[in-house]
Structure formats: C-alpha cells, structure tokens
C-alpha cells in the first residue's frame, strides 16, 4: 500500500521560511520521480517543484529561486525548502509520486499539509 505523509505545515510571516517533509511506503523509491503540487482556495492544484530519480530537479517560475527539493533515499523521504514566502504561496501542499525516472503523471497524492503565509 502507498502512502505519502507530509509534515511541516503551517502558519509564517511573509519573507519567513519553512521546510516540508515527505515520508513514503510501498514505493520503489530509488527508482521513483517525486514532487510537489499545491492548491489554493479556488485555484486548481499546480505543480511546484518535481525531482527525477537521479535527482534531477524542476521548479514552477513562481518558485524559482525560493524553493528547493531535495530527496534522501536511504530515508524514503523528499523535501521541500521554502524561502521568502510570500502571502500567495498559501496553500495545501501535497507530495506527490510521479512515475519512474523523470517526473511524469502523478500516480499517488499525500493527504496535504498547509501552509499559510500572512502580510
């Protein structure tokens, strides 16, 4: 069974920072693309940030030079640096799975964790 569970949610002030976390189960991880996707109230959900089982990295032009993921193998476990938050990065975040090698359709969705960044 797959399982994604995001930790590091929560409440900071504009130009704050904070780290997500994501563990997983039931996957290949070494062989896995994994990322981030987020969804504001109202808006459709987007992709943040994406990186490919050989840690290659992709980044939204929103996020670009803010944020940085990353991943640890032997823990199973992906992150996501946020700097210089803004208040429209608000949002649910959620870890995603997305298929093996380079990152390509999602394939399993993390419950969420939120993030709220206030002005």
């Known amino acids: 069974q797959v399982q994604l569970v995001e930790h590091g949610g929560g409440s900071v002030q504009a130009g704050g920072s904070l780290t997500l976390s994501c563990t997983t189960s039931?996957?290949?991880?070494?062989?896995?693309?994994l990322g981030w996707y987020r969804q504001a109230p109202g808006n459709e959900r987007e992709l943040v940030a994406s990186i490919a089982s050989h840690g290659t990295t992709d980044y939204a032009d929103f996020v670009k030079g803010r944020f940085t993921i990353s991943r640890d193998n032997a823990k199973k476990m992906i992150f996501l640096q946020m700097n210089d938050l803004k208040p429209n990065d608000t949002a649910i975040y959620y870890c995603?799975?997305?298929?093996?090698?380079?990152?390509?359709?999602?394939?399993?969705w993390g419950q969420g964790t939120q993030v709220t960044v206030s002005s």
């Open positions: 039931g996957i290949m991880f070494d062989r896995a693309a």
């Open positions: 995603v799975t997305g298929g093996v090698g380079y990152f390509s359709q999602v394939n399993w």
